[in-house]
């Protein structure tokens, strides 16, 4: 990790010895007290949040502290002959490259869990907690990433008073720059990053100064995070305006095949013209058409920030669809593409039942997957205490690449779109839907029956 040179040296040789070091005070950042933000609302209405991991993005061989021959005393950093016996120049030079620091399961993740608690913020991973924490985890609404890109120190490395030797014990002040990004998990997306930075002092030498001062710079850069006022509007639930915004305009009033009556089984090949692959970037997920008019609903999280997306057809064709609107909180997006669809998928408004049997039609993990069909029942109704959303669970199984995708009923009405899945080791088939009713309201779509009987 870094370099240093041990001399050992009698009470003659301190003065000479301690000339031979040449290293100056290292120049550290000064950092303005940020203003803290008091959150009043109760810890079971607020978002909760998850330490991820803590990544450190430095080049090595950067050098992130010295060990000054002077100046410490001016800094006020005591320690009884500082760094006598270094000679030339002494410094802690980073050697590890981008290196993984820690995570909620260290000490790191403790200090994450024990700085935002201090704040009243609902955060997982509590280290007290010997069964539930890592549950409580990866149940977290919000994961949280640092990336460590700046480490600046001064050290003293303290020495007997009479004799010179290295007492191995460590005072001083660091500073570091943290980039936090926090990252939805049901979204699936980054929301929010964050530049904070921390300093701290340790005024009196101890054996494991060192670590005491990265501690406690970390904890500081932490306490930073809870005075960004947009981390404190996730972390309420109240309006954001880079996270939250809706494109939601008037309403859009289209045509929709009435609710099907017969047996899905005799008429699921006629179904899949309607089930669509939708690509972003490099990602895929699945869509649906509503309307002859083009129409087609996906989730949000699969459109991304993207303007135009790649609609792929069931029949291989593709064409460019243009997103008329989306809503991240309920996860749902509007996609037009500017021809008539075939296949129109039927509607149903009124709520599904626990023991229903449901299909799922997608593109699972590869878009040669196409038209995958899983079955199950409706298995629960949840409905979250924090965010007031309701959802579908169902058994019916789906991976990354069914997002967006319907959830059909046994005629073949679509009573839901699929969104997201319980990724817990020991989880099996916990898999959730958005009821169709929902993503209409949200977007702001209004059915009306079709002038005439469609094809069927």
């Not at 005629?411 to 080791?425: L, R």
């Amino acid at each position: 990790m870094f370099k240093r040179q041990w001399l050992f040296i009698t009470p003659a040789l301190l003065f000479a010895i301690a000339a031979c070091n040449t290293t100056s005070v290292m120049e550290v950042p000064d950092i303005e007290n940020t203003k803290q933000i008091r959150v009043t609302k109760p810890l079971d209405e607020q978002a909760t949040f998850a330490l991820s991991k803590v990544v450190a993005n430095i080049k090595r061989g950067t050098t992130i502290a010295h060990f000054p021959s002077s100046g410490l005393s001016e800094l006020g950093v005591k320690g009884s002959l500082c760094n006598a016996a270094y000679s030339g120049k002494a410094t802690m030079d980073w050697g590890s490259g981008s290196a993984v620091l820690g995570n909620w399961r260290d000490e790191l993740g403790e200090i994450f869990y024990e700085t935002l608690t201090n704040k009243e913020l609902n955060v997982a991973g509590d280290p007290r907690d010997l069964f539930e924490k890592e549950k409580a985890v990866t149940s977290a609404e919000y994961r949280i990433g640092a990336v460590i890109t700046e480490i600046k120190g001064n050290l003293c490395h303290a020495h007997h008073w009479w004799d010179g030797r290295p007492l191995y014990e460590y005072s001083g002040e660091m500073f570091i720059d943290v980039e936090w990004t926090i990252y939805a998990t049901l979204q699936k997306r980054r929301v929010l990053k964050i530049k904070t930075k921390g300093y701290y002092k340790q005024i009196d030498p101890r054996k494991d100064g060192v670590i005491l001062l990265f501690h406690e710079v970390f904890a500081r850069a932490t306490e930073s995070l809870t005075a960004n006022k947009k981390f404190i509007a996730i972390a309420t639930r109240e309006q954001n305006p880079e996270d939250q915004k809706r494109r939601i305009g008037e309403s859009i009033v289209f045509e929709s095949p009435k609710e099907r009556k017969s047996e899905l089984k005799r008429d699921i090949q006629d179904l899949m013209p309607a089930v669509v692959t939708i690509r972003a970037g490099s990602a895929h997920g699945s869509g649906f058409s509503i309307s002859r008019d083009g129409l087609i609903l996906t989730n949000a999280h699969v459109v991304k920030d993207a303007k135009k997306v790649a609609v792929i057809l069931s029949n291989g064709i593709e064409v460019f669809g243009e997103v008329q609107r989306f809503d991240r909180k309920r996860d749902v997006a509007l996609v037009k593409v500017p021809l008539r669809i075939p296949g129109v998928l039927s509607l149903r408004m009124d709520p599904v039942k626990v023991l229903e049997k449901v299909y799922a039609i997608g593109s699972p993990l590869s878009e040669t997957l196409k038209s995958t069909v899983t079955t199950g029942i409706v298995s629960a109704l949840r409905k979250s205490k924090n965010s007031g959303l309701v959802h579908i669970q169902s058994d019916a199984a789906i991976s990354p690449g069914n997002s967006g995708g319907p959830l059909l009923d046994e005629f073949g009405n679509v009573v839901g779109i699929s969104v997201a899945a319980y990724v817990d080791p020991s989880a099996q088939n916990l898999n959730l839907f958005i009821p169709i009713a929902d993503a209409l309201e949200t977007l702001n779509l209004k059915t009306v029956p079709p002038r005439k009987s469609p094809e069927s």
